[in-house]
């Protein structure tokens, strides 16, 4: 048996397979977010006591012991802690957005695109290098605390092992060289950050691997535990996407778009990450929108509906949702992929009197959907695509997806970020699994030729409409 540890945003999950990838058994429990004025925190130690809970829970339910554990959370954001891996302040979600005001500042004077040149990892408000950058501005007390700026599952792992590290994925937002692995001191450099440097987590390659001590992790003493990857590349690897060219859509929080590929765009507009993998010379290109089924949340609570009536919403509304059209960017950061802007805003038009709450439903789906291609055609996705995620448990949305798409999709096997943890882990360890029997899709959709027709000629008018809003916003600045 193996057990994968997924501390995600808003759930932390612990997950029990079996040797042939089946799912044992599964615990979780959800942690809150603290938000308010741009600012998103998280309790580490509530977060941290959810892993805790989940794990002995689900271990206390299992006939033996397990063979190992792998890791995996949420990137981005800041989790400063002290030696012992203890927080000197609440985490800086990736949500957050007191930086955006010094981000922009970076845009305007170059900072930004040097990172993007040497990193190949772009910029928003609540990744590390601005937040870091802010709290050496505004509360330096805080970077004077702590002994490592870290990622929220190598506070796990220090906590599990005792070891400070991080790996690959994580540091390379944005600090990593995806060409030698290593930090680029160039980039540190440029953000202001060299006096820092020696809060970021030494980077270990292959992944870190440590042994769970007694007490405290709700895994047996001695239980071998790796560190990584996080979410995004996890959730890739436990659904199978792992040749270039292939492609992963989870449909969460965030609607995060991974594209493998085997050579760097460091000349591009910056967007999106270039995030190493566990096999050199491949390279996961990650466009995470900052809004996915966040967007729908709000627009089911606005219109005071609820998730169980989606399939019976968007029977209601035709494709085109009566002419309701979506940009989809409501997080208050702004936007991070496709394209880096601050100041995206979410925009409904074509809205009217005869305009029904179903239809303004649709409009959402669709406009996700339309932000789904759009990073998937950045990224250059020309193979085969696997899907994840909550809004996967929508039969009706997934196949608007796929519409949306016009392309064939796999749904991948459930709880695809433990099941990648425990494949990295796995890896690492040298343990034989059947990768392609753990990663069999559980379900598969086509796209229906009419409406995939009908779609294409609606992303070309989506990709019209942001062109137009960026003019917008741009001029605005």
């Known amino acids: ?35 308010g004025d741009g600012r998103v925190e998280q309790d580490v130690e ?45 985490a800086i979600s990736w949500l957050d957005g007191r930086a955006t005001g010094l981000l922009t500042e970076w845009m305007a004077g170059g900072t930004a695109a040097e990172v993007w040149r040497a990193t190949g990892s772009a910029l928003f408000p609540g990744a590390p290098a601005p937040v870091l950058a802010w709290l050496d501005r505004h509360e330096p007390e805080s970077l004077d605390a702590a002994a490592t700026a870290a990622y929220c599952k190598d506070v796990i792992f220090q906590r599990f092992t005792g070891i400070r590290a991080t790996d690959v994925s994580d540091a390379s937002m944005p600090f990593l060289d995806p060409r030698t692995r290593a930090y680029h001191r160039g980039a540190i450099e440029a953000c202001g950050l060299a006096h820092r440097a020696g809060l970021l987590a030494p980077v270990a390659d ?65 967007s999106g990450y270039h995030l190493a993998t566990t096999r050199p010379g491949r390279w996961l290109r990650a466009m995470p929108a900052m809004v996915g089924t966040a967007a729908l949340d ?38 991070r992929a496709p394209f880096v802007e601050t100041r995206a805003r979410a925009e409904f038009t074509g809205v009217s009197l005869e305009t029904t709450r179903a239809d303004l439903v649709r409009a959402t789906c669709e406009g996700i959907a339309y932000a789904a291609r759009h990073c998937l055609d950045t990224a ?16 009706a949305w997934l196949q608007l997806f796929t519409d949306v798409l016009g392309r064939p999709v796999r749904v991948a096997a459930g709880e695809v970020g433990a099941r990648g943890a425990v494949l990295a882990a796995a890896e690492r360890l040298g343990t034989p699994l059947d990768t392609k029997e753990w990663t069999a899709a559980a379900a598969r959709y086509e796209p229906d030729p009419v409406r995939a027709a009908f ?15 960026r003019e917008r916003w741009a001029a605005a600045a």
């Open 1 to 35: 048996m193996f057990v994968g540890i997924d501390a995600g945003t808003s759930v932390v999950k612990a997950a029990a397979f079996g040797a042939g990838g089946e799912i044992l058994a599964v615990e979780s429990v959800p942690v809150p977010l603290d938000m």
């Open 46 to 90: 509530t977060v941290y006591g959810a892993v805790e809970r989940v794990v002995r829970a689900l271990v206390a339910g299992l006939p033996a012991p397990p063979e190992l554990a792998g890791l995996t959370g949420q990137g981005d954001g800041l989790w400063l802690v002290d030696a012992a891996a203890r927080p000197v302040r609440p």
């Open 206 to 270: 292959p992944l870190p691997l440590g042994e769970a001590g007694p007490g405290g992790t709700g895994l047996p003493a001695g239980t071998p535990v790796a560190g990584g990857p996080f979410d995004l590349p996890a959730c890739a690897l436990g659904a199978g996407v792992t040749e270039p060219g292939d492609g992963l859509l989870i449909i969460g929080t965030t609607l995060a778009c991974q594209v493998v590929v085997d050579r760097l765009e460091l000349d591009a507009e910056p």
């Open 298 to 335: 709000w627009t089911l609570r606005t219109a005071g509906l609820r998730h169980d009536a989606m399939a019976g919403l968007l029977a209601e509304s035709p494709p085109g949702a009566g002419g309701v059209k979506v940009l989809p960017y409501f997080a208050p950061s702004g936007e």
């Open 380 to 395: 250059g996705l020309t193979g085969e695509l696997a899907v994840c995620g909550g809004g996967t448990r929508s039969e």
């Open 455 to 469: 779609y294409a000629e609606g992303y070309a008018d989506y990709l019209g409409r942001v062109a137009a809003a």
